[in-house]
């Protein structure tokens, strides 16, 4: 007899290890129930067993949520089991054990333990601060099992530790809901589905950009590199007029000159070596529609001239061609550098410059909208992680992790994150080894142990390195001028 004890209290604290374990381990209901029931029926060495909880909708006030080993047809009305039992305990919130059913005056008639020759019964509430939020079922029909008066503190201890586990289901699921409901919010709201966001910084783009869309203004998106800009800028054109119409980008760093030119604004043939026929440009291309000039601040002089030309009349000429065509285009366009300074340089025209910015977007830097990154992270989980489903979420140190990160390559780099981690994460949720963040970029504030010089330092070089060492953007950020910024670099260097 005390064997048997023993060998019950040794089952019950593995038992209990076990859902300590689960409550930090499975974050939603369905699995969550169904390892609750089968660690208590494993304990028990129950035979068949189901998970109650209490439910508006059901007539009897409580629902089947997860079962073993029992029909559908026993689980519909729950006569078929031991409805008096369940009843009871979800009336009163009182744990009921039997051992030796037939023997028992209070359910020994009753109709369903007698059909279905049930032997013993274990039906415990499963409560949280004091309210009863379902039950666990579990009987054997061949014999007692471990059915005794013995397995009641266990049975008490587990199923609160069951309870805190499925409160925490279900808040998680009720959280990760109201995520995805305020996503589709901001995106029906702004109608900008590739967008995300509820910050400040990025409420100011949406405004703005709601503001331009019926409008053929030209509008300039400053930001760092991996911002989004053309999401904005395709954003834009299709939830405005020109929607129908051909959206057409092209990157101005990507080409020399004689290319350039032509791709813009087409050739004639014969204009130069390799021109064997006629070609139109992008600008008539996109005629009627939008076209996306990105890194407009690497445009040569002779380029800024022709594309001012557009702007300010709508025409065009083909390389090697006399004939002006005109076009109607919408310019957006985009850089990461301060044309500002490039103005001053003399290497970016101030004519243009106000041609292009009649409308100015600022793009955040991903630093700069923490309490952005978890609707980020886990829209870009529901996009990669559609390939491999197992993938639920992520856990609190991860999401810790991330926001706090510097994130150089913003939300470029946030996006090839998730998706990284996706491939490599084993459980359920993405752990911070998963995101493998580079160690040397996280957040400068540890500066203990460091000299004054030695700090200002490592900022400035961990900011230049953020701004790929662009050294306009790099002094903005850190709010000193070019020439300071210039001979602190050579300071360090000497």
């Known amino acids: 007899m005390q064997e048997r004890s023993n060998t019950l209290a040794s089952d019950s604290l593995q038992a209990l290890s076990e859902i300590a374990f689960t409550v930090n381990s499975i974050q939603e209901i369905r699995p969550l129930l169904e390892k609750v029931l089968e660690i208590a029926m494993d304990t028990l060495a129950a035979e068949r067993g189901f998970v109650l909880l209490k439910s508006e909708s059901a007539p009897s006030g409580f629902e089947v949520k997860s079962s ?18 369940v009843t009871e305990v979800m009336a009163k919130g009182e744990p009921v054990i039997l051992f030796e059913t037939e023997r028992d005056p209070r359910y020994n008639t009753s109709e369903s333990i007698v059909l279905q020759s049930i032997q013993s019964i274990a039906c415990v509430p499963l409560s949280i601060k004091n309210q009863q939020i379902g039950a666990i079922y579990l009987d054997s029909l061949t014999k007692r099992s471990r059915f005794t008066n013995e397995s009641l503190p266990f049975l008490t201890a587990f199923t609160n530790q069951a309870a805190i586990a499925i409160e925490n289901a279900r808040l998680y699921e009720s959280l990760r809901a109201e995520n995805r409901r305020l996503r589709d919010e901001v995106q029906r709201m702004h109608r900008f589905e590739e967008l995300i966001g509820q910050s400040p910084s990025i409420r100011e783009v949406f405004d703005t950009m709601t503001q331009v869309l019926d409008t053929d203004a030209t509008v300039l998106i400053q930001g760092e590199s991996g911002t ?44 130069f070596t390799g021109a064997v026929t006629d070609k139109k440009g992008l600008f008539e291309a996109a005629d009627g529609g939008t076209f996306f000039l990105d890194e407009v601040g690497d445009l040569s002089p002779q380029i800024q001239a022709k594309l001012l030309r557009v702007l300010q009349e709508g025409e065009i000429k083909r390389v090697g061609e006399n004939h002006v065509r005109n076009v109607d285009v919408r310019i957006v366009s985009a850089t990461n550098k301060m044309l500002e300074e490039l103005i001053r340089e003399g290497s970016f025209r101030e004519d243009l410059y106000y041609r292009l910015n009649i409308i100015s977007i600022d793009m955040p830097a991903l630093r700069n909208r923490l309490s ?15 390939k491999k489903p197992g993938i639920k979420g992520f856990s609190e140190q991860a999401l810790e992790e991330m926001r706090g990160y510097r994130w150089p390559g913003n939300v470029r780099e946030l996006e090839n994150t998730i998706e990284r981690s996706v491939i490599l994460a084993k459980g359920e949720l993405i752990e911070v080894g998963d995101l ?14 460091l000299t004054l010089r030695e700090a200002e330092q490592r900022l400035v070089e961990q900011t230049l390195k953020d701004n790929q060492d662009n050294i306009s953007q790099t002094a903005k950020q850190l709010g000193v001028s070019r020439r300071w910024l210039h001979y602190k670099l050579k300071e360090w260097q000497a």
């Open 68 to 85: 073993f080993n029992i029909s559908d047809e026993l689980l519909a009305d729950l006569t078929g089991i031991s409805n008096s039992v």
């Open 228 to 271: 989004g800009k053309e999401l904005v800028a395709r954003a834009i054109h299709y939830n405005g007029p020109r929607k129908d119409q051909p959206f057409l980008a092209l990157f101005c760093g990507s080409l020399p000159d004689s290319l350039l030119e032509s791709e813009l604004f087409g050739h004639k043939r014969g204009a």
């Open 372 to 386: 952005d990154i978890p609707l980020l992270a886990h829209h870009f989980l529901d996009k990669y992680s559609a």
């Open 436 to 449: 493998k963040l580079p160690q040397s970029l996280a957040p400068i504030g540890d500066q203990t142990g």
